[in-house]
């Protein structure tokens, strides 16, 4: 078992930015991949981006290339989401998620096995 808690959401005025940190913590998930996920109201829940734990290999969704980026602190066992040049449809519920198989290529909320309880990221226009 895996537990994944959120933390550093907010709100936000366009262009701005906000680092999202995610707490780790239960079974060894060395070999994980970790992601984001957001969902907006009225929408299915998407991919933002994710990394395999170790190693690092990385992979973003075309709508935050650029701006956002995903990292992980091994010794506080913490994965980042660094978002910067916020736009007003980044707002959405954002999620922590991860994922046994260890590659950062899947995309789809089904391939993610653990959860945190997301948090509120806000962009105001």
């Known amino acids: 078992q895996v537990q994944l808690v959120e933390s550093g959401g907010g709100l936000v005025q366009a262009g701005g930015s906000l680092r999202l940190s995610c707490a780790v913590s239960g079974r060894t998930f060395s070999s994980y991949a970790m992601g984001w996920f957001r969902q907006a109201p009225g929408k299915e829940r998407e991919f933002v981006a994710a990394i395999r734990w170790s190693g690092g290999n990385t992979n973003y969704a075309d709508s935050v290339k650029g701006r956002f980026t995903i990292s992980r602190d091994n010794a506080k066992n913490t994965l980042f989401l660094q978002m910067n040049s916020l736009k007003p449809e980044d707002t959405a519920v954002y999620y922590c998620?991860?994922?046994?198989?260890?590659?950062?290529?899947?995309?789809?909320?089904?391939?993610?096995?653990?959860w945190g309880q997301g948090t509120q990221v806000t962009v105001s226009s």
């Open positions: 998620a991860a994922d046994r198989s260890g590659s950062p290529y899947y995309t789809t909320a089904y391939d993610y096995d653990y």
